[in-house]
Structure formats: structure tokens, C-alpha cells
């Protein structure tokens, strides 16, 4: 039986059109193994070790033959990463150029190569607070934090993330690639014109994002039950953070809260930020929805507010109706400068 060996294939799809990982790619990449698992809004891993000896292909071949048959066939760019685990293929696509391919062999000698020069922000799992925490600590690769003795590590970040963090760091990543077909979402996003360390436009963005996809899920009678934000870094490294709603919704004020809240637990401060992506996952018929009745009027008042200003984007277009928030400081405005759309 051959090792396992994974691919993360990232698709380059057409940007802020809320399309996720379209179904003719899926069906492609099944034609080189049945192992597929769809990791929306535009990335799967596929399990290839048992697909090498059918191809007649070392992971690297095989991997330029994903490249070549989806752009070849369905127009679309890819980057791909590559290794023995979920983790190493997902990092190892992190630090490749767009359009390129990383394939590092399933080794412990290559394996530990990759990893260890690395900064302990490039770990999988470990976010900018907790590679602030290890990095106040002295820990500043993921060859240091290999290293350090497993107990130092959980007195450091606690037993359960600590031990994740100490096994990654040697490599070890036991997720299976599971054969699964995506749950409906959508998605949207915003790119910088530049890397972005100012909070205050990192919220704007994501308020951006979330009136996105409350109207849009509202436009097509739909709610979600969990929301996952991306944070794209301008080392091309990302991070992810989902959370699950009290209750399935459509409506912005708690999308937007939600949102809020995952941009808080990153603790992006003076991160170089590229860009956000807001996914809504889990969605449902809104007539299938509960809402917790409340006496609050201002909840009231700001549900009839979003049924209008929706009335008037479908008239006059999206961007009609807008949050304050949204809008530029008065001395951009003399300058003509405009968030980000």
C-alpha cells in the first residue's frame, strides 16, 4: 500500500463575485482520485497515494498534471501545495506563488526541513495571538517550539492547544482527507490596494462583508447557521476563525456582530493585512428559520430599516444604501477616496 500523500489545490477563482469552489473542478479532480474533500470558499485536499502508481507519477508529476488539466479544461489557475499530511500540503501551498506548485517530500528529513526554519506564525493552527504569546517567550520558529519540552509548551498555551501545537510542529497531522461534497454557502471578499495594519479599516471591510451577504441571502429567501472569516497576510499566509450563530439569520446587525467578534479573537494589531474573506455556511430556507421574539425596539426598528434600504438597493443597485460606517472620513471625501467596494 502506497503512503499517504496530500495535494491542496487553491483555485483562482473570478474574485468578489460570491462564486465558491465551482462543481466542474471537484468532478475534475475526482478523475484523479475519489479521495476529494472540498474546503470552501475555494480549496479541497485530495489524497493521491494511491493514485501515484496508477499515473505512473512522483507527487510533483502528478501535481503538474492537476495544473495542467484544469487550466487546460476549465480556464482556471491553481496553486498547488504538497506533503505527507493536511497540514504540511496546506502550509507548503501558503509559501507558493500563485499559479505555482510546492511538493515536499514524505520524509521526516524533508518534512523537518520545511518546517523548522519557518516562523511560529506559518504553523497551522497557531494564530497572530498565539504566536505573539510564544514569540514573548522567546519562541520564534517552529524549530524552537519543536524543541521545547511539551510540558513548557502547555504551561505556555494551555494542555490541549499546546500539545496540538508541540505535534505539529514535529510534523505530525493525523486528519484524514475525508470524501465529502461541500455544504451550500456563499462568500465574499475584499482586497486591499495595499497591505492594511489600520484596525479601523479592517472593521469597515468586514462590515462591508456582512451587509454583502445579508443581502444576498436575504434576495434568495436564505439564512445561515455558522459564519467563518479568512484574513488573507501580505506573506501570503492566512488565518481562519467560524463560529456557529445562536440562531440561523439573514439579518446584517448580527452577521456583522458575529463578524465583529471573529475579528476580535484574531488580534490583527499592526498585522499586515492583503484582504478578508466572510463565508456564510450551513444555509437554509429562511421560511425553515426561528427567530427569538424580543422586546427590544431598536431590533425592531433596525429590521424594518434593512427591509427598506434592500427595497431601494433592488431599484438603484447595491450600493444605494449604505451603513455610516462605510462612508469616508470628510477629509477623504475632499480627496475623492472611497472604501473599499
Known sequence: MHPPYVLRVHAHLPPNTGVDLCPQLLELLETITPTVQALQPDAADIEIGSALRFFDRTPHGLAQ??????????????????????????????????????????????????????????????????????????????????????????????????????????????????????????????????????????????????????????????????????????????????????EATNHTVQLARTAYDLYATLALQRARVRGFALRAEALGPADGAHHQLTFDPADHKARLLEAAADQARNRFGATAVRSAALAPPPAARRRDVRPPA
Open 65 to 246: 498534471l492537476v495544473r495542467l488539466r484544469t487550466l487546460a479544461l476549465l480556464g482556471l489557475n491553481v496553486t498547488i501545495g504538497g506533503g505527507r499530511s493536511r497540514m504540511i500540503a496546506a502550509m507548503a501551498a501558503d509559501v507558493t506563488a500563485p499559479g505555482a506548485l510546492t511538493c515536499i517530500a514524505p520524509t521526516d528529513t524533508a518534512t523537518h526541513a520545511f518546517l523548522r526554519p519557518r516562523p511560529i506564525a506559518a504553523l497551522y493552527g497557531a494564530g497572530p495571538a498565539t504566536a505573539a504569546t510564544l514569540i514573548r517567550y522567546g519562541i520564534t520558529t517552529i524549530g524552537q517550539l519543536a524543541d521545547t519540552p511539551l510540558l513548557t509548551v502547555q504551561k505556555i498555551l494551555g494542555t490541549a492547544t499546546g500539545r496540538l501545537l508541540h505535534e505539529r510542529a514535529h510534523g505530525i497531522d493525523p486528519r484524514p482527507v475525508l470524501r465529502q461534497q461541500p455544504e451550500q454557502s456563499c462568500s465574499a471578499g475584499i482586497d486591499f490596494p495595499h497591505d492594511e495594519l489600520d484596525p479601523d479599516r479592517h472593521r469597515q471591510a468586514v462590515l462591508h462583508l456582512a451587509e454583502q451577504l445579508g443581502f444576498r441571502m436575504r434576495g434568495e429567501d436564505q439564512v445561515t447557521r455558522r459564519l467563518a472569516l479568512t484574513v488573507r497576510y501580505a506573506d501570503h499566509t492566512s488565518t481562519h476563525r467560524t463560529r456557529t450563530l445562536p
